[in-house]
């Protein structure tokens, strides 16, 4: 579990920072940390989903109104491509839908339904979820999208927090909890 509680450190990794993403307040909602939807990044130098065949991460976010029309908040990849992204994509001016993409080689799986849209400013626990035959797309414990895709497990690799590993597609909002889990998990022990 990555609390973010600081941005030059997160779970005893240090981060390399992009920008000024700022520490929030409890008055201001957190703890947690802000990110500006114009530069505000992290970059750590690990991969949480590492040789696992499933796992499940999970992230309590807070999209904010007013961001990019396509948001990255957490992209991890490893050194052969492989990769993992849960986004979200604005819907007029203050709502947003979430949007999660698996992809190794030529195999990728986007999820997406614009028609799924939620608040913007207020927490709200996502989720990708990964079997090892099927990924599917949660959003406080409500699965949203499901489909089939076969991905090796990852090498070793990196992660970017508010933004695309190749600094592009900011997020605007606030990241509080980042969760990691080594399975599956079964919808019941989702956060929601």
């Known amino acids: 579990m990555w609390k973010l509680e600081r941005a030059d450190e997160i779970g005893g990794v240090r981060t390399e920072v992009g920008g000024a993403p700022k520490l929030l307040a409890a008055a201001e909602g957190g703890p947690g940390l802000w990110f500006d939807g114009a530069g505000d990044g992290l970059w750590l130098p690990v991969n949480p989903i590492e040789g696992r065949a499933s796992f499940t991460i999970e992230i309590l976010i807070r999209p904010e109104a ?24 604005m819907v007029g001016a203050d709502a947003w839908c979430l949007d999660t993409f698996l992809k190794d080689g030529v195999v990728s799986l986007p999820l997406l339904d614009r028609t799924k849209t ?46 695309r590993q190749d600094k592009r597609s900011w997020f605007r909002g606030a990241i509080r909890e ?8 079964p919808p019941e022990r989702m956060q929601h």
Do not use: N
């Open 66 to 89: 007013g961001g990019p029309a396509e948001q990255r908040y957490f992209h991890v990849e490893d050194a052969a491509g492989r990769r993992g992204l849960l986004e979200l994509r």
């Open 118 to 163: 939620h608040p913007a400013g207020r927490w709200t626990w996502v989720a990708l979820r990964y079997d090892g035959r099927a990924m599917s797309a949660w959003v406080d414990g409500v699965k949203e999208r499901e489909g089939d895709v076969a991905i090796a497990p990852m090498g070793a690799g990196r992660v970017s927090l508010g933004t």
């Open 178 to 185: 980042v969760r990691i889990s080594a399975e599956a998990l």
